[in-house]
C-alpha cells in the first residue's frame, strides 16, 4: 500500500513537473513571437543594433551623458528608431514635430510598460488611466484648473517661495555653493500642500529629512530601475526581489500620507453638505472640486479614485515643477546677461513689493521668455510614451501597426537641430511671437500636447514665474563651473550630482 501511494506521489510529481515545463515552453514561445512581431513592425525604421538579450539598455549608462546620446541617435536617424529594452519589450522613440503632432493629436493611451510601474503608487489616476475613466476624469478635474481657483494661490506660492529664499539668507553670507532640487522639492511640496488641500505641512521648516520627498526620490529611482531591468518587467520577479520589497515600503511612506491628507479634510467637511459654504469660510481647492466633484448621473468619484488623483497630484504638481523651477535657476546663474535683463523687468513690475499679484504674472514677458527656453533645454519629462490602439501613418509614409509602443523624446525634440537653431544655446529670444509663429507648435512640448496634455500646466507656470520673479528680486544667482550637473532621465529631469549655484544678496535700491 504505502509502494502504491509512494508511485502515485511520484505520479503527481512528474506530471506538476510537466505542467511547468509546458507553461515555461508556452511563455518563451509567446516572447518569441512578440519579439519576431516587434522586429517585422520596426522593419521600416533603422536604429541602433539591439543586444540579443540586453536590447540597447547597455548603451545607456545612467553617467549623465544619456539625453545627449538620444539627441545623438536622432542625428543618425532622422525622425524616429527603435529602441529595445531588454530583448522583447521596443519602443520606436520619436524626435520630431511632425512625428510628434501625429501621435500627440490622437487620444491614444498612455503606454502600458512604462506607466505600469508606477501604477501601484499613484493608482489609475488621471495621468495613467485610459478610455472613458479618462474622459471622465479629465471633466471632473477640469474645473478645479479654472482661473478662479488658481487666482488666490498666487500669494500661497508667494509665501512658500519667501520661505525658501529666507531659508537661503546663511548661503548668501557664506558664498558656498549650494544644492537646489532638494531644497525647490521642499518648497513647491510645501506650495502644493497650501494651494490644492488648504493645509500648512511646515515641511520647510521642520527639522530632519521630509519623508514624503524621501519617498519620491526612491520610487523614482526604483521605477526607473525596474523599466531598465528586464527580468523586474515580470510582476512576481519583482516583489519577490529586495527592490520589490524596498517599492512596497516606500510606497506606503507615499500612500500614508495621502490618506492623512483625505482623511483630514473629510473630518474638517463632515456638516458641509455644498461648495459654497465652503466659500463662506476661505477659497476653494484642488481636494474640495475633487471632493464635490459629480458627473451627470450625479456620481462622484470612489474612495479608490479620490486617493489616485491626489496621489497623481501630490507627485505631479511638485516634483515636475521642483525639476523646471531648479533647471530654470540654473539656466540663470549660467547667463548674468538674461538675468539681468529678467531683474530689471521684475523690479520694475514690482515697483517695491515684496509679493506678486495676479496681475503681475502677464507683465514679465523677458522673465517668461526665459522660463520656456530654460523647459526647452531641460524638460521636466523628457520622456512620454504612448500604446496606440490601431495603425498610425506619419506625414512620410511610414506607418506602426495597432499595439506598438512609441515614446516621444521630449529632450530630443527640444534639442533638435533641424528644427531649432544652435540648440544648444540659451536664446529666450527663440520665444518672441514673431519667432514662435514660425515653428511647428509640437517643436515645444513641456507640457505634452493635444487632448492628453497636462492638465496643471498653468498652475505649474504660474509657480514658476512667482518664483523665479521673488528670488531674482532677492538673490543674483551664480555659475558653480566646479559642479556642472549631470543630466539623467528619470520619471522626471534630475541631475546624478545636484543643481549647484552660489548667490549673493541684492542691494536694495536707495529711494
Not at 22 to 30: H, L
Not at 424 to 442: G, I, T
Amino acid at each position: 500500500m504505502a509502494l502504491i501511494e509512494a508511485f502515485a506521489s511520484v505520479q503527481l510529481h512528474v506530471w506538476f513537473a510537466a505542467l511547468c515545463l509546458v507553461a515555461v515552453v508556452y511563455k518563451v514561445a509567446m516572447l518569441l513571437e512578440k519579439r519576431r512581431v516587434s522586429l517585422r513592425n520596426m522593419d521600416a525604421f533603422p536604429g541602433p543594433p539591439p543586444h540579443w538579450l540586453a536590447g540597447n539598455v547597455l548603451e545607456f549608462k545612467q553617467d549623465g551623458k544619456d539625453s545627449d546620446r538620444i539627441v545623438e541617435l536622432g542625428k543618425q536617424y532622422p525622425y524616429a528608431f527603435p529602441i529595445w529594452f531588454g530583448p522583447f519589450v521596443c519602443f520606436l522613440q520619436i524626435h520630431h514635430p511632425d512625428y510628434v503632432k501625429t501621435l500627440l493629436s490622437s487620444t491614444e493611451p498612455k503606454d502600458e510598460y512604462a506607466y505600469k510601474f508606477i501604477e501601484s503608487w499613484i493608482g489609475e489616476g488621471l495621468l495613467v488611466s485610459k478610455g472613458q475613466k479618462w474622459y471622465r476624469h479629465r471633466r471632473l478635474l477640469t474645473p478645479a484648473f479654472h482661473y478662479d481657483i488658481l487666482k488666490p494661490y498666487v500669494k500661497l506660492m508667494s509665501d512658500s517661495t519667501k520661505t525658501m529664499l529666507d531659508k537661503w539668507e546663511h548661503f548668501a553670507k557664506t558664498g558656498e555653493s549650494f544644492e537646489l532640487f532638494q531644497q525647490v522639492s521642499l518648497m513647491t511640496l510645501d506650495s502644493i500642500m497650501k494651494c490644492a488641500f488648504s493645509y500648512d505641512s511646515n515641511c520647510q521648516t521642520d527639522n530632519g529629512t521630509n519623508t514624503y520627498i524621501k519617498a519620491v526620490y526612491e520610487l523614482s529611482d526604483l521605477i526607473n530601475l525596474r523599466f531598465r531591468t528586464f527580468p523586474y518587467h515580470n510582476d512576481l520577479i519583482f516583489a519577490l526581489s529586495p527592490h520589490g520589497f524596498k517599492h512596497r515600503k516606500v510606497c506606503r511612506v507615499a500612500h500614508s500620507h495621502t490618506a492623512e491628507v483625505i482623511r483630514k479634510r473629510k473630518e474638517t467637511l463632515k456638516t458641509v453638505k455644498q461648495m459654497e459654504q465652503i466659500k463662506d469660510k476661505r477659497n476653494l481647492d484642488f481636494l474640495d472640486i475633487l471632493l464635490f466633484a459629480k458627473d451627470e448621473n450625479e456620481q462622484g468619484l470612489s474612495d479608490e479614485d479620490l486617493r489616485a488623483e491626489v496621489d497623481t497630484f501630490m507627485f505631479e504638481g511638485h516634483d515636475t515643477t521642483a525639476s523646471g523651477m531648479s533647471f530654470i535657476l540654473y539656466s540663470l546663474a549660467c547667463h548674468p546677461e538674461h538675468q539681468r535683463i529678467c531683474r530689471n523687468e521684475i523690479m520694475e513690475v514690482l515697483d517695491g513689493k515684496d509679493t506678486m499679484d495676479w496681475e503681475d504674472l502677464n507683465k514679465i514677458p523677458y522673465t517668461t521668455m526665459c522660463i520656456k527656453e530654460s523647459l526647452r533645454l531641460y524638460p521636466p519629462v523628457p520622456v512620454i510614451s504612448r500604446t496606440i490602439t490601431k495603425p498610425m501613418t506619419f506625414f512620410d509614409g511610414r506607418s506602426v501597426p495597432e499595439g506598438s509602443h512609441i515614446g516621444v523624446s521630449v529632450y530630443g525634440i527640444h534639442r533638435n537641430a533641424t528644427v531649432w537653431e544652435n540648440p544648444n544655446v540659451f536664446d529666450p529670444l527663440r520665444f518672441l511671437p514673431e519667432n514662435v509663429s514660425k515653428r511647428c507648435p509640437h517643436a515645444f512640448v513641456p507640457f505634452a500636447a493635444g487632448p492628453r496634455n497636462c492638465i496643471g500646466q498653468n498652475f505649474a507656470m504660474n509657480e514658476m514665474k512667482i518664483a523665479t520673479a521673488l528670488t531674482l528680486k532677492k538673490y543674483e544667482l551664480i555659475e558653480d563651473p566646479t559642479r556642472k550637473p549631470k543630466i539623467i532621465p528619470k520619471l522626471v529631469l534630475r541631475s546624478i550630482n545636484g543643481i549647484h549655484i552660489k548667490i549673493k544678496p541684492i542691494e536694495p535700491i536707495e529711494p
